[in-house]
């Protein structure tokens, strides 16, 4: 979670208190999490008000009052994240580019960073999409290769070193299926 301690760090050389930083940081991924679905849903529903709805569906449901009641902000940023960074994959497949995918793995790398878990279930979503439209799919896995890459170029700080110290075992909270299931 080194995105969300980075802003925390840069927000305490301002002298605030962690009481007000927190609410600051609770609107920002309250608002995130507004408008990265609102954004999502408009890719599937062109009416403002259907738009609106999903997005406050999205923002108003309990987990997302669970995650932040419980002070994880990390996981909470995720999940304000998560409609975006799927949207871009999905932008990516509409219309493909090595620009596009450049975006998308920069967006899908700050998810990974944010929370891994997450970030697997944005995975498994954008295969249900590709596999509902299978011919873009499979013409732009070139572009999803690319994005794929940016995404694991910006984590090299601890894959490279992982990978010549040996066999780096992730925790069963990053890599088992039951964590998933909870999401």
């Given at each position: 979670?080194?995105?969300?301690?980075?802003?925390?760090?840069?927000?305490s050389a301002?002298?605030?208190?962690?009481?007000?930083?927190?609410?600051?940081?609770?609107?920002?991924?309250i608002?995130?999490?507004?408008w990265?679905s609102y954004?999502?849903s408009?890719?599937?529903?062109?009416?403002?008000?259907?738009?609106?709805?999903?997005?406050?569906?999205?923002?108003?449901?309990?987990?997302?009052?669970?995650?932040?009641?419980?002070?994880?902000?990390?996981?909470?940023a995720?999940?304000a994240?998560?409609?975006?960074?799927?949207?871009?994959?999905i932008?990516?497949?509409?219309?493909?580019?090595?620009?596009k995918a450049?975006?998308?793995?920069?967006a899908?790398?700050?998810?990974?960073a944010?929370?891994?878990?997450?970030?697997?279930?944005?995975?498994?979503?954008?295969?249900?999409y590709?596999?509902?439209?299978?011919?873009t799919?499979?013409?732009c896995?070139?572009?999803?290769?690319?994005s794929?890459?940016?995404?694991?170029?910006?984590?090299?700080y601890w894959?490279?070193?992982?990978?010549?110290?040996?066999?780096?075992?992730?925790?069963?909270?990053?890599t088992?299926?039951g964590?998933?299931?909870?999401?």
């Amino acid at each position: 979670d080194y995105p969300f301690r980075l802003m925390v760090k840069l927000f305490s050389a301002t002298g605030l208190p962690w009481v007000i930083m927190e609410k600051l940081f609770l609107v920002a991924i309250i608002v995130l999490a507004a408008w990265s679905s609102y954004r999502l849903s408009g890719r599937f529903f062109k009416e403002k008000w259907t738009r609106l709805v999903s997005s406050i569906a999205y923002v108003g449901n309990t987990y997302f009052f669970l995650v932040l009641g419980g002070g994880q902000l990390g996981v909470a940023a995720s999940y304000a994240f998560f409609p975006f960074a799927l949207l871009m994959w999905i932008q990516l497949l509409k219309s493909p580019s090595f620009r596009k995918a450049i975006g998308t793995g920069v967006a899908f790398g700050l998810l990974v960073a944010l929370d891994l878990r997450i970030a697997y279930l944005c995975m498994l979503a954008f295969v249900l999409y590709g596999a509902l439209v299978p011919r873009t799919f499979l013409s732009c896995i070139k572009y999803i290769a690319a994005s794929l890459a940016v995404a694991a170029s910006l984590h090299l700080y601890w894959l490279l070193p992982a990978a010549i110290a040996g066999p780096f075992p992730l925790p069963q909270s990053a890599t088992g299926v039951g964590s998933l299931s909870f999401f």
